[in-house]
């Protein structure tokens, strides 16, 4: 081959390598040209353009409208007018647009190309287009994802604001409410507490005319009569202390003192009103009062009284002599430790009455609350007496609970922290420290007509107890 032919070999063989790289690049190389009367063409397209349009290359080469035509009508005017800036000032084109075809199939494509200028005025870009539809597609579905999941946070976001202003509004209503009601209770208990005081007062003076009555002559029909009344004035006068003390503890009125007590004076006092009841029912009535405790201690002796009195009470109402055992009632009192490892008292009120069951157990001690209606009907009360005793015992700082079981007695004890009172000068009384135990029967059965405590020497050993009265034991279980 001659020299000259070498020569020309080597532009074809250029050119068939340009046009073989061209072929399988991804997308179209092309040369676009827009001449001054408005008109434009391809005057070069790669055979990508058969894929992207849909079109020969000689479709356009002369005149650029149907390709032009294959641009969504919702994007021609954006890519047109990109078109003219970049002529206008010969700077870098690039948009991304959409074509559709005559199937309706759309596709997204992205132009790139380099503006210069010819010498007649026209202007003739160099670019490369590509097919971003996969692209456009995931970008799409992430930016309706990101749409969607901001609607859904915003209607959340929505929801929590609504739910915390209902939140803040049921907020407002229940604080109204509950302060309605503590007033209401306020001033039913402020009811309560005036009404029992106004009918105790009148009460009292009723019984006071009956003792007086009683003194009179009567003959014994009258007498059984006048005995009956004043039974009931009693009970109703009771009553009525208890619905007062419980208006006053509900409304936060009731106050508990510490003062130097003399613990067994209190104790036999107690037991000795007791003697009457006991008496009347056949029933033994003994106290036991440790060595080991003080002689004094710091204490509200009418609270400690008047819970003593309501659990004496009911062991003696729900004990019989009727029951196919010796009917027993027993007040024990011992030191003992709180859970804390404070020195306490451990006062223990036991029977062998007719017991509790453990369901009944379980709300013994809430306001009104007796076993069941029948027990109502039988022995009476308002259901007040152990739901107050809790109550002041709480609140002098100690705590009451209950054992039982049914036909087998109850064993209620009461713990209390306690001080020593040192000085003896505010009772009149000799130091007692080394006296021995208390313990002594107080009432008996009728047929054995016992002297009560206060004919028993304070250091008197207890009486042999029946095991389910024993200080070891306690009720049978």
């Known amino acids: 081959m001659t020299d000259t032919g070498v020569k020309r070999s080597q532009p074809l ?8 790289i061209v072929s399988r690049l991804p997308g179209m190389v092309y040369q676009y040209r827009w001449h001054p009367d408005g008109s434009s063409s391809f005057p070069y397209a790669s055979e990508a353009i058969r894929t992207l349009l849909r079109l020969d290359p000689e479709d356009v080469r002369e005149d650029a409208s149907r390709a032009l035509k294959c641009i969504h009508p919702d994007d021609y005017e954006a890519v047109m007018a990109s078109i003219q800036k970049s002529a206008l000032d010969l700077t870098p084109w690039q948009q991304e647009y959409r074509v559709q075809f005559c199937d309706a199939e759309l596709r997204w494509q992205l132009g ?24 456009k597609t995931a970008e799409i579905g992430l930016a309706l994802e990101a749409s969607r999941r901001a609607e859904a946070d915003q209607r959340a976001n929505e929801a929590l604001t609504h739910c915390n202003e209902e939140k803040k509004r049921r907020a407002v209503e229940l604080s109204s409410m509950a302060e309605m009601a503590h007033a209401a209770n306020r001033a039913k208990s402020a009811f309560l507490a005036n009404m029992s005081y106004e009918i105790r007062t009148p009460m009292s003076g009723v019984i006071g005319m009956l003792d007086m009555l009683q003194q009179t002559r009567m003959d014994s029909e009258q007498s059984h009569m006048l005995a009956t009344v004043q039974k009931w004035s009693v009970v109703l006068l009771n009553m009525l202390n208890d619905v007062l003390d419980f208006s006053k503890i509900e409304a936060g009125q009731l106050i508990v003192e510490c003062v130097p007590t003399h613990l067994r004076e209190l104790l036999q006092d107690v037991t000795q009103l ?5 008496n009347a029912k056949s029933i033994e009535l003994s106290l036991y009062v440790s060595p080991a405790l003080p002689p004094r201690i710091m204490t509200d002796p009418t609270r400690l009284r008047q819970v003593l009195l309501n659990l004496l009470g009911n062991a003696v109402k729900f004990t019989s002599s009727h029951m196919g055992k010796p009917a027993k009632v027993m007040l ?10 404070q020195a306490g008292i451990r006062l223990r009120v036991i029977d062998s009455g007719i017991g509790i069951s453990p369901e009944v157990q379980d709300k013994l001690f809430q306001p009104f609350m007796q076993a069941d209606a029948g027990t109502a009907r039988e022995f009476g009360g308002t259901g007040l007496g152990l739901s107050i005793s809790r109550r002041l015992v709480e609140l002098m700082g100690g705590n009451i609970s209950v054992r039982s079981a049914l036909g087998e007695g109850s064993e209620f004890r009461v713990e209390l922290a306690h001080s020593i009172a040192l000085s003896s000068g505010e009772f009149g009384l000799k130091n007692a420290s080394n006296a021995g135990p208390t313990a002594a029967w107080v009432s008996q059965a009728a047929a054995n007509k016992r002297a009560p405590l206060g004919a028993h020497p304070a250091n008197t050993q207890p009486a042999e107890q029946d095991p389910a009265l024993s200080a070891e034991s306690g009720p049978a279980k």
């Open 13 to 20: 063989d250029a050119t068939r390598r340009l046009q073989e």
């Open 112 to 135: 790139n190309a380099l503006p210069e200028r010819q010498a007649d005025g026209a202007t003739l870009w160099h670019g490369f287009v590509t097919d971003i539809t996969d692209r």
């Open 274 to 278: 007791m003697v009457g009841s006991c």
């Open 332 to 341: 024990r009192v011992e030191p003992c430790t709180l859970a804390q490892g």
